[in-house]
């Protein structure tokens, strides 16, 4: 199946730095990826739909400044995570789907993200 | 409004037993697809299945089967003889057209333990 490549796996900062963590699709292009934030032992929860070439969607509740995130590509999102607390501590997982417009192909995963930060 | 509920929040088995993973959806589009993920300890979550509304033909797919039964909303997801590799959360999804963009909605998922 198609690959979505995410990096890094794991993240350690301190607290008041940004992290960058990237999402990549390797051998398709993708016109819209998306951001989920995994609490432990909980569901995936929609933070943003990143659209290449446009701002970013962000769910209600979540802060669009505190999380940056950028399509400039359409194998490529990033999510920064700025000014980075202990509350922003989880589990970051990007998907993608093959192609453009209403698909409902099977979206492809990244490995995601452990971010921690002390 | 989408909404995929996942009653059981864990199941503990022992390897050979079958187990049946709960899956109730709730939308209001005619026209929508269901998914099963699996997520092991490692993380990623990975695709196991796609079923469209249009399709209520249940799926076998080696130790897989799942049975998708329209007039109870439900997408249910059968391991037969569990084995311990099989321990993992799997998440039930659904993508419908009235969903923003083309997002999934994800159930809370269930925490299969499958003891040896």
């Known amino acids: 199946g198609a690959v979505v490549s995410q990096h890094p796996s794991w993240v350690i900062c301190k607290s008041g730095t940004s992290v960058k963590i990237e999402c990549r699709s390797l051998?398709?292009?993708?016109?819209?990826m998306f951001w989920y934030r995994q609490f432990p032992k909980q569901s995936l929860m929609l933070m943003a739909t990143?659209?290449?070439?446009?701002?970013?969607?962000?769910e209600q509740g979540v802060e669009k400044d505190k999380f940056l995130i950028n399509h400039a590509s359409l194998t490529l999102s990033t999510l920064t995570v700025t000014s980075a607390h202990p509350e922003d501590s989880s589990f970051y997982i990007c998907?993608?789907?093959?192609?453009?417009?209403?698909?409902?192909?099977?979206?492809?995963f990244g490995q995601g993200t452990r971010l921690t930060v002390v | 409004a989408q909404k995929v509920t996942q009653a059981q929040t864990e199941i503990s088995v022992v390897e050979k037993e079958d187990v049946t993973l709960d899956c109730v959806y709730e939308t209001r589009d005619t026209t929508y697809y269901l998914f099963w993920y699996k997520q092991p300890p490692s993380g990623e979550l990975v695709f196991l299945i796609r079923?469209?509304?249009?399709?209520?033909q249940n799926e076998i797919s080696g130790r897989y089967s799942w049975n998708f039964q329209k007039s109870t909303s439900s997408f249910n997801f059968t391991i037969t003889a569990s084995q311990v590799v099989d321990s993992a959360v799997y998440f039930c999804?659904?993508?419908?057209?009235?969903?923003?963009?083309?997002?999934?909605?994800f159930g809370p998922g269930t925490r299969l333990s499958v003891l040896p």
């Open positions: 079923r469209n509304s249009f399709d209520e």
């Open positions: 999804a659904l993508s419908a057209l009235y969903n923003y963009g083309q997002n999934f909605v």
């Open positions: 051998d398709f292009q993708a016109t819209t």
């Open positions: 990143s659209n290449e070439g446009s701002k970013a969607t962000y």
């Open positions: 998907s993608a789907r093959p192609g453009t417009g209403d698909s409902h192909t099977e979206a492809f």
